[in-house]
């Protein structure tokens, strides 16, 4: 069981716009620790997509975005691709976890 | 940018101790503003944070509690790498794991990711 909660997949046609939700609680998200998105594709390295809620690293198309409110934070995906098909994962600070970096249990893009 | 590459065996017998190895390159292990972690992945436990070190003028580390007793995470600097050792593994232990970089302390975000060795517990 994730900290982090999020649906366990989403779809959308290519062109689409795709939201996928992260849900937290007042010990993490809502305590106003940084959420963090990371984009996976089984078999290889994860890799960061957005940080501190809403930035996105070099090299990281602006089709992907992050906000954050209250006890949760969403990634949104535009103009939907073919290859954003994969697995996604957000990721925060919980300050009463036994593991105090913590991620949500993932959702997987499906792109019809 | 900087890249992390990982070693080690893919399977451990069960009470040994599993050992990994991830070599940096891009940035010292003993920069000031980074911190190494080690990350797991299983299907029963998804994305799970293990630990990680970091230097501040000296070495410091934090561990997860469900590992915390078991669990040693060490820089080289001479290989400008780091380690993970888990004792008395079980088959619970099988998973993907992961070493992980995180920049600065500006963001506590996971900035590069190792390529990831997945680890069986099994006699």
């Known amino acids: 069981q994730s900290v982090l909660t999020q649906p366990p997949s989403v779809s959308g046609a290519p062109g689409q716009t795709v939201t996928i939700s992260c849900t937290g609680s007042?010990?993490?998200?809502?305590?106003?620790?940084?959420v963090n998105w990371y984009q996976h594709f089984p078999g290889t390295a994860p890799k960061l997509l957005i940080k501190?809620?809403?930035n996105r690293p070099s090299g990281v198309p602006d089709r992907f975005s992050g906000s954050k409110s209250g006890t949760s934070a969403s990634l949104a995906i535009t103009g939907l691709q073919g290859e954003d098909e994969a697995d996604y994962y957000c990721?925060?600070?919980?300050?009463?976890?036994?593991?105090?970096?913590?991620f949500g249990g993932g959702t997987k893009l499906t792109v019809l | 940018q900087g890249q992390l590459q990982q070693s080690g065996p893919g399977l451990v017998r069960p009470s040994q101790t599993l050992s990994l190895t991830c070599a940096i390159s891009?940035?010292?292990?003993?920069?000031?503003?980074?911190?190494w972690n080690w990350i797991r992945q299983s299907p029963s436990r998804g994305l799970e944070w293990l630990g990680r070190?970091?230097?501040?003028?000296?070495?410091?580390?934090n561990y997860a509690d469900s590992v915390k007793s078991r669990i040693t995470i060490n820089p080289d600097t001479a290989k400008n790498q780091f380690s993970l050792q888990l004792e008395s593994v079980t088959p619970e232990d099988t998973a993907v794991y992961y070493c992980?970089?995180?920049?600065?302390?500006?963001?506590?975000?996971?900035?590069?990711w190792g390529q990831g060795t997945m680890v069986t517990v099994s006699s």
């Open positions: 992980a970089w995180v920049k600065s302390t500006d963001y506590d975000a996971f900035d590069v």
């Open positions: 891009g940035d010292s292990v003993s920069t000031n503003s980074a911190s």
């Open positions: 070190i970091y230097y501040r003028s000296n070495w410091y580390n």
């Open positions: 007042s010990s993490n998200i809502g305590a106003g620790y940084d």
């Open positions: 501190g809620n809403t």
């Open positions: 990721q925060s600070y919980d300050n009463s976890a036994s593991a105090n970096w913590v």
